[in-house]
Nanobody
Framework: QVQLVESGGGSVQSGESLRLSCAVSGDTANYYSMAWFRQTPGPGPDGVAAINLETDTTYADSVKGRFTISQDNAKNTLYLQMNNLKIEDTAMYYC????????????????????WGQGTQVTVSS
């Protein structure tokens, strides 16, 4: 079993930065992709960023150039560095992990992911 615990959310003003962390415990081996999703009132969650086999990454168009996904395997932790935050980035952010290989075109879709954290709230104000 795998447990994911997010942290690092908070309330900031537009233009500021936050770094989210996702601590992974349990079966930390044998996985392929990890990703960050966010949920606002309405349909979702929406894929924000994904990382596959530690090096290959992809981002939603809305966050390209502002957000960076990374992971530290020694610490079993996934990160999301969020710079130049905008009001529309306000959401509950979740990390997710897949235990099977996912085709790249599906990395930002929620369905293929097997494990999810409880979420951390990010609120951006003007």
């Amino acid at each position: 079993q795998v447990q994911l615990v997010e942290s690092g959310g908070g309330s900031v003003q537009s233009g500021e930065s936050l770094r989210l962390s996702c601590a992974v415990s349990g079966d930390t081996a044998n996985y392929y992709s990890m990703a960050w999703f966010r949920q606002t009132p309405g349909p979702g969650p929406d894929g924000v960023a994904a990382i596959n086999l530690e090096t290959d990454t992809t981002y939603a168009d809305s966050v390209k150039g502002r957000f960076t996904i990374s992971q530290d395997n020694a610490k079993n932790t996934l990160y999301l560095q969020m710079n130049n935050l905008k009001i529309e980035d306000t959401a509950m952010y979740y990390c997710a992990r897949a235990k099977y290989q996912i085709a790249k075109e599906r990395w930002l879709l929620p369905a293929p992911y097997n494990y999810w954290g409880q979420g951390t709230q990010v609120t951006v104000s003007s």
